[in-house]
């Protein structure tokens, strides 16, 4: 046994002279000449947001030789469980990008940095303070919420002027029963007048419904959220299960599509508006047949006005990056208010920034800017931003209980029955 103990040994101190070599003194996150090299993985997907992101990464590295960020791509397609396996395993990219509500586990979990003390004054003070609420978990704040994108409707304006119809302004919008009768008299022979993307039914029903006073999730005074289906509740899921079962007015097919699958058919005249997120529009523009007329409209409006929720997108660092200070300097960089405009016009969605806000170019009538531009300030953090158990009850509860409440399987009764007491069952094991 000697000769292997002694192998073994000689094959140790190897093993450790080498990865001392390696490091050349630098550590981790550091190249041999001390530069320290820190991971950005961006989740921008269409051209001029990447493009747009890789040209930022660019400039700082030309300003900062001595801080070099790499730029990595990922996909909201898998990002949950290709971060969370990047955690556990020690890898997870020094600044990372996503949404805010996909932060809470990873929150509580340990895995991102308190950002608190690590950014400056001027991004504090830029972002509104119901942005920064979406990113905050407990008493930290773990992401920087830089993006935001409300549902609007897009609609056909032929239709809508032949139709005679009242055109809502976010000034005078229209109220969700305004909304289904406009629905009606928009529907003919071989036209919806709206058609509802509900494919992931969730998030949309919460988020629209606090224009109702609708909230879903409440904290009891022991600080634990409850769930409830009041009226207010009620008002969006109703309205469009009636459009759908009673009215005739809403495609039924379209329950089942994404966004971008009702596109076709609002193309070619089936549907005479679509409810999409304002960063659809730049799909309009590429794939709308010459000479088609469309136009950006808000979203109905109840007791809560134009309140919708958001869930913005984020800017993490990762707690155990070495870098931390450099890596929240990056971030302040990519946030500046020309830089944050820059980002938003990629995305074709709204900054958070104060500043980048009021940049003439966010409120230009073309493609509808100036319309989402006023739907700024009645954004409000997405209901089920921090509950502790959301996802669970979102794929387990909610999702088949609201797909069966819109195709009309089910009444008002037994979807709040499912969605309250199969939810709080389900809550409880989070909270306890």
């Not at 140790?12 to 090299?37: E, I, K, Q």
């Not at 005074?221 to 469009?240: H, K, L, N, S, W």
Request: glycine share 10%.
């Amino acid at each position: 046994m000697r000769p292997r103990r002694a192998l073994a040994a000689a094959v140790t101190t190897v093993l450790a002279l080498l990865l001392a070599g390696c490091s050349g003194g630098g550590g981790r996150g550091a190249d041999a000449d001390g530069t320290v090299r820190l991971s950005f993985q961006s989740l921008a997907w269409q051209k001029e947001s990447v493009d747009a992101n890789k040209e930022l990464v660019r400039e700082w590295n030309a300003a900062h030789p001595g801080i070099q960020v790499d730029y990595v791509q990922g996909s909201w397609d898998n990002v949950h469980d290709q971060l969370l396996t990047a955690f556990e395993g020690g890898e997870a990219p020094d600044i990372i990008h996503d949404a805010s509500d996909d932060l809470a586990d990873f929150a509580y979990g340990g895995y991102l940095a308190d950002l608190r003390s690590l950014l400056p004054d001027r991004l504090k003070k830029d972002i509104p303070q119901q942005s920064w609420s979406t990113a905050t978990f407990g008493d930290g704040i773990y992401g920087v919420p830089f993006l935001q994108e409300p549902k609007v409707l897009i609609a056909n304006t032929k239709i809508l002027k032949s139709s005679g119809v009242r055109i809502p302004t976010p000034g005078k919008p229209w109220s969700w029963t305004e909304f289904r009768q406009v629905t009606e008299k928009l529907t003919t022979k071989g036209r919806y007048g709206v058609a509802w993307p509900l494919k992931e039914p969730v998030s949309v029903t919460l988020n629209l419904g606090l224009s109702a006073g609708g909230q879903v999730f409440r904290r009891g005074a022991d600080g634990r959220a409850v769930i409830r289906f009041d009226e207010g509740d009620q008002v969006m899921p109703r309205t469009v299960r009636d459009q759908v079962n009673s009215d005739g007015s809403a495609a039924r097919t379209a329950l089942g599509m994404g966004g971008s699958d009702t596109l076709p058919g609002f193309f070619g005249g089936k549907y005479a508006m679509v409810p999409l997120g304002f960063s659809y529009r730049q799909q309009v523009v590429e794939q709308a047949p010459k000479g088609f007329e469309w136009t950006v409209l808000p979203t109905p409006a109840g007791s809560g006005g134009l309140t919708q929720g958001v869930s913005p997108q984020t800017l993490s660092v990762a707690e155990d990056s070495p870098h931390k200070e450099e890596a929240a300097q990056f971030i302040d960089f990519l946030l500046r208010p020309a830089n944050m405009v820059r980002l938003a016009r990629g995305d074709w969605m709204l900054p958070t920034g104060t500043q980048a806000l009021a940049d003439p170019a966010l409120h230009t009538a073309d493609n509808g800017w100036a319309t989402g531009a006023a739907l700024a300030l009645a954004l409000r953090p997405a209901p089920a931003q921090a509950v502790r158990g959301y996802p669970e009850w979102k794929d387990k509860v909610a999702t088949p209980a609201l797909q069966e409440y819109y195709s009309g399987a089910i009444d008002t009764e037994e979807l709040r029955k499912r969605l309250v007491e199969d939810g709080n069952r389900v809550l409880a094991r989070y909270q306890r």
